[in-house]
């Protein structure tokens, strides 16, 4: 397991879970960061997609039976010399489990405790059930996605997952982990997928403090509400994304589709026309294929770029010299980001079968002996 990156040095321990949490813990290892994923017996074994789950890149596994005291104690003896602990439960579950943050700060004060729910530690909803969809929901973001007319669009899970949740998560930790590092002081985290999608949203918040942003789905610059900013159908099926907000980069597009820049097209922000603009704008595109339009913007400042789908991404110039994917353990997946000119990130690493191998290893470097460890195995506390 590499040691490269900017984190060096960091010990973090995920309770496993699902999405954004593991999220979290992959972009620390990612970085460098030890991180110890303690997982329970049965659930990441042979025969199952562990190998090609991205979100498990670059770790170091235990299988732990959280039901067995010895097994609880454990994990707890590993957090005493840990940086930081990342969890995804509901409230209160770690707390049953006998690890809850009171006890664990107890044992190691610098100790940063990340906690990731949807809802909250607190409010009416914090012990329901939900997923990214409701998040993004309540937090008002989804109603901004969608076109004019039509019900609002889930942009897949990325905002109240991975933006709002895991990321947002990774960024508390490492601000925390910092603040712990000058004042020997941890804490705990609250992070939920509602305030953290909530936040992402901070400019239309700011659009709509000032006045130009409509609570009407899809009749706003950055919605698919204006002509220049959208995706169109070309002559093949394919789709062109354009996006020409700035006055130069709109006549560069305009030039470029040998459009004058008079009568409507130069009244660029008069929202009465977008509708008729777009019209004009889709039969334009509709008659040329997507590389013949990558072809007539390529190299210019017309914000244009195809939409590619995942396969096309991997194929493309940009993103090829760039390297931004890689393949690694027989899988394909994005490159640690962001890049670091004095410490960069080691290539990723895809877990092997969880069979347990790290377990003695991180458990002598926390004082077990032989014997103690044996008895983990023989009890099936630690496998």
């Known amino acids: 397991m590499s040691v490269s990156g900017a984190l060096a040095g960091l010990k973090i321990i995920e309770i496993a879970g699902i999405g954004p949490a593991p999220f979290c813990a992959m972009m620390l290892a990612d970085h460098g960061a030890e991180v110890i994923r303690i997982v329970p017996p049965g659930a990441e074994r042979p025969g199952s997609d562990l190998s090609k789950d991205v979100l ?15 097994g609880v104690e454990a994990v707890r003896d590993l957090c005493k010399t840990a940086d930081g602990l990342i969890e995804g439960f509901r409230p209160g579950v770690m707390e049953r489990l006998g690890l809850g943050p009171e ?48 019900r609002p ?29 000058k004042t020997a002081q941890g804490q705990v985290i609250d992070c939920a997928m509602v305030d953290g999608s909530a936040l992402l949203a901070s400019m239309i918040w700011s659009l709509a403090a000032q006045g130009v942003w409509s609570e009407q789905r899809g009749s706003n610059m950055l919605d698919s509400g204006a002509h220049f900013y959208d995706t169109y159908a070309c002559a093949d099926g394919g789709h062109i994304s354009i996006g020409p907000i700035e006055a130069k980069f709109y006549s560069e597009f305009l030039s470029r589709l040998g459009i004058p820049e008079t009568d409507d097209y130069a009244r660029q922000h008069d ?32 914000c244009v770029a195809p939409v590619l789908s995942l396969a096309e991404a991997l194929r493309d110039p940009h993103n090829v010299e760039r390297k931004t994917f890689v393949h690694a353990g027989g899988v394909m997946q994005p490159r640690p980001a962001p890049r670091f000119s004095a410490t960069p990130a080691a290539d990723p690493v895809m877990p092997k079968i969880a069979d347990g191998t790290d377990s003695a290893a991180l458990l002598r470097a926390v004082g077990y002996t032989e014997e103690k460890i044996d008895s983990l195995r023989a009890s099936g506390a630690v496998t």
């Open 153 to 181: 669009t889930p942009p897949v899970n990325l905002v109240a997952d991975f933006g709002g949740g895991g990321m947002m998560l990774a960024f508390g930790m490492l601000a925390a982990i910092l603040h712990a590092q």
């Open 103 to 150: 006890l664990l700060l107890t044992d190691n004060p610098k100790l940063v405790y990340g906690r990731m729910t949807g809802w909250g530690q607190t409010g009416p909803r914090a012990h329901t059930a939900g997923h990214d969809i409701n998040y993004i929901a309540l937090s008002g973001v989804l109603h901004c996605v969608g076109r004019a007319g039509d």
């Open 56 to 70: 498990a890149r670059s770790r170091k596994f235990m299988i732990v039976d959280l039901k067995q005291p010895s």
């Open 271 to 302: 929202r009465i026309l977008w509708p008729s603009l777009k019209e004009r704008l889709a039969a334009v595109f509709a008659s040329k294929t997507r590389a013949e339009w990558c072809a007539l913007f390529d190299g210019s400042d017309a």
